[in-house]
């Protein structure tokens, strides 16, 4: 219900020369990033422009783009940024910051302490390498 996320339109699926995207059981796409070769096709096809390429170094990233606050975002998505800013207050390189209703980082400025990924309250903030993870209850 999320008018900011991926639809499952599946575009970018039929771009993807590679097939390397899938639309996943959640219905979204969901990309394989061992046979993503990093064209790009599949960010231009993307009618919510929500397919953003980053480099492997980078290794914290947001999962959500959500721009509603709080309890509007809480009921779009069980998963959603809420703007909290939990992050960008625990970020010692103020590499996280709040944007528009939803959290960003800064790769250049990120030390990769995770502090990020543990404060979220949702889970929004992931650790690509699979090494900091949120416990959950």
């Not at 703007?83 to 030390?111: F, Q, Y």
Request: proline share 3%.
């Amino acid at each position: 219900t999320c008018r900011y996320g991926c639809t499952g339109c599946a575009s970018c699926v039929e771009v993807c020369k590679k097939q390397a995207i899938k639309i996943n059981t959640y219905g979204v796409a969901e990309v394989d990033p061992g046979k993503c070769v990093g064209c790009r096709l599949c960010e231009k096809a993307c009618p919510q422009g929500i397919i953003h390429m980053r480099s492997a170094a980078e290794v914290f990233f947001v999962r959500c783009s959500n721009r509603e606050k709080g309890a509007e975002a809480r009921k779009a998505c069980e998963a959603s940024c809420i703007a909290c800013g939990l992050c960008e207050k625990n970020c010692p390189s103020e590499a996280a910051w709040v944007e528009d209703g939803c959290a960003r980082i800064w790769e250049e400025t990120c030390l990769s302490c995770g502090n990020c990924v543990v404060s979220c309250p949702r889970g929004v903030i992931y650790d690509a390498r699979g090494i900091i993870r949120k416990e959950t209850r």
